[in-house]
């Protein structure tokens, strides 16, 4: 990924922590966004984990692991629609739509030019791989930064 690419993701991840704090300022003391969830927190850990260690096997042919590519979609496509169906949820089911996304430079525009390519080369699944780490991490913070069910007056 280079580094033009680096920049726009970096300049989304600036913009979703702005629409976040513009959703607690505007919102007073009630809160804006939706309670924390152990189980989405879950969720993005693992799939960060699971994504991470596929991309690795990228070096190798895409139809050697099509079935694995396959099942990690389908449990990223769930995660998403699990934070698309949680009220006031918009912010986290948008940063997993721009993850999945196959038009995209994060993991779903990933996946499309391994299948494209068939393999591809160390230096770019390196610098994926930190790109779409760091949008796994925004995810997993802008979760664990939720106000905790139990810290509701």
């Not at 009220?87 to 739509?97: C, V």
Request: net charge neutral.
């Amino acid at each position: 990924m280079n580094t033009r690419n680096k920049l726009k993701f970096l300049f989304l991840k600036k913009s979703l922590l702005g629409l976040v704090l513009m959703c607690f300022i505007t919102s007073g003391c009630a809160p804006g966004i939706s309670l924390y969830s152990e189980n989405a927190y879950d969720q993005a850990v693992t799939l960060k984990i699971n994504s991470l260690r596929l991309i690795d096997h990228a070096t190798e042919p895409y139809s050697d692991h099509a079935q694995d590519v396959e099942s990690l979609m389908y449990e990223i496509d769930k995660a998403y629609e699990y934070a698309k169906g949680r009220p006031r949820n918009e912010l986290s089911a948008w940063q997993w739509k721009i993850l999945k996304d196959p038009d995209g430079h994060l993991l779903g525009g990933f996946i499309i030019r391994w299948k494209e390519q068939e393999t591809l080369s160390t230096p770019f699944i390196t610098e994926s791989k930190g790109v779409i780490s760091d949008a796994f991490d925004t995810l997993i913070g802008l979760e664990s930064g939720k106000i905790r069910p139990s810290e509701v007056r």
